[in-house]
């Protein structure tokens, strides 16, 4: 791809969402710099702000931080990036790192410049007179002392535990006790907790669609043990974004008092693992079946191994965004299984806009097809199974009027309407994109609604 405007790239960096960025200095006239982000098949957009010489760059492992090596200036920038935001929406760079040394040698020991990522999410930072460690938070927690300019910096190794470092005329290696970041696949199947969980527990099931092993999270009521013979209702909550099993959590503390409250009948709750970036479908190419997954094996496998109620009178399928989306649409497309969903800040989003926002997920799970994209989408099964869903399926989606995706929920309000399915709109006042924010000011409420569908056993 041609630019004829562009200075000399230097570096580049990609995030999980498909994003490459790249540095542009102006080494030789020191003038016009800049930042740039594109996506393949498009062409690249100038990040704001007037860093004249960026060098090295990183994204940070949430992919909410990019941070830049400026080699005029000797410091490091940093951008805020908000997940699915355009270019023109982002600010111009903020100082994120500027140890105090003196700059004077700065020739000597090395500007700012290359730059590499540990896997617990620390940046390598080289200049000024060596490598610094420093926290996604810009403190410093430790350094290494090069006694020549340093350049660049990677982690390798057959492990990924050697630290590299390149130099004007040498490259040292160091043995580290950290691996190196590494871009996750869209999909990761089995995520154990990194710390146990006070009350939920993690277990897996042996997927024989995907060849490997899926994992959840559950938690019993207290009832479950006190009431062998009993069978229970059960919310599956479905992660957003980035998430999976063992984070993006249903606050189970809330479940767990209404119950005791005796506000809503004892029942399971099962944290889904639908694959970070899945959106809840079927891949073309096979590689990941999040839909098949769950409807075909992860609800018959809790059915057979715990005491539900397994049938449609007992489940309530619920998310949050990319959860909030997958929920209602499986419960809209498989009105069999659930008897009521709920979908939080649902992303109900167009195929413009995924491949816009989520070049790698439209172009992963979707090859770039329109035609895919919309087949999945809830419109799509909102217009199919309206007259299956109508009496059979409570449906209610929750939303803050802050939140960017509140105009989503109202299109699917109003498509709803058109065919005459009701769904239920909820509009939180003030409320972000932001679970913690909804379900505080939501409470009980919306536990009572799911569970008024559903059959419990006393």
């Given at each position: 791809m041609l630019e004829p405007n562009l200075n000399q790239p230097n570096d580049l960096t990609r995030d999980a969402d498909g994003f490459i960025y790249f540095s542009d200095p102006d080494f030789a006239k020191s003038q016009r710099g800049g930042v740039y982000r594109f996506v393949k098949g498009q062409s690249p957009e100038r990040l704001p702000g007037d860093l004249i010489q960026p060098n090295g760059l990183e994204v940070s492992a949430d992919g909410k931080l990019l941070v830049v090596a400026d080699s005029q200036t000797k410091k490091w920038y940093a951008y805020d990036v908000k997940l699915g935001s355009d270019v023109n929406e982002m600010k111009p760079p903020r100082v994120f790192f500027d140890p105090n040394v003196d700059r004077s040698k700065a020739p000597e020991k090395g500007v700012p410049d290359g730059m590499a990522l540990d896997e617990q999410g620390n940046f390598y930072l080289t200049g000024l007179g060596g490598v610094w460690s420093v926290t996604r938070d810009a403190k410093a927690i430790g350094f290494i002392p090069i006694p020549e300019f340093v350049s660049n910096v990677c982690f390798g190794g057959s492990?990924?535990?050697?630290?590299?470092?390149?130099?004007?005329?040498?490259?040292?290696?160091?043995?580290?006790?950290?691996?190196?970041?590494?871009?996750?696949?869209l999909c990761t199947w089995a995520n154990a907790p990194t710390r146990e969980h006070s009350i939920l527990k993690h277990e897996t099931y042996e997927s024989r669609i995907m060849q490997t092993s899926v994992g959840y999270s559950y938690w019993l009521p207290p009832a479950y043990a006190t009431s062998p013979n009993r069978r229970f209702p059960v919310m599956y909550w479905l992660h957003g974004l980035g998430g999976n099993e063992s984070n993006n959590n249903y606050p189970v503390e809330l479940l767990a008092t209404a119950i005791s409250e005796g506000r809503i009948p004892p029942m399971l709750l099962v944290q889904v693992n639908g694959g970070a970036r899945s959106v809840y479908a079927d891949s073309l190419d096979g590689r990941w079946m999040s839909e098949t997954t769950i409807v075909q094996e992860l609800i018959p496998h809790i059915d057979?191994?715990?005491?539900?109620?397994?049938?449609?009178?007992?489940?309530?399928?619920?998310?949050?965004?990319m959860g909030g989306e997958g929920a209602v649409r499986l419960a809209i497309k498989y009105p069999e299984m659930f008897a009521s969903t709920i979908g939080y800040a649902g992303g109900f989003v167009s195929p413009q806009t995924l491949q816009k926002h989520r070049p790698r997920i439209y172009s992963e799970m979707f090859e770039n097809r329109v035609d895919r994209y919309e087949r999945f989408m809830t419109q799509t099964y909102i217009a199919e199974n309206a007259d299956k869903c109508r009496g059979r399926v409570a449906i209610r989606l929750v939303c803050g009027t802050a939140d960017d995706s509140i105009e989503l929920q109202r299109q699917i309000v109003s498509l709803g309407s058109r065919y005459g399915l009701e769904i239920e709109g909820i509009e939180a006042e003030g409320a972000k994109h932001s679970l913690q924010e909804l379900t505080m000011k939501r409470l009980y409420d919306d536990l009572e609604f799911a569970l008024r569908s559903l059959r419990s056993e006393e």
């Open positions: 492990d990924g535990k050697w630290l590299s470092v390149t130099c004007q005329d040498k490259l040292y290696r160091l043995r580290m006790n950290v691996k190196g970041y590494v871009v996750p696949p057979a191994k715990y005491r539900t109620i397994s049938i449609r009178e007992g489940r309530t399928i619920q998310g949050m965004s």
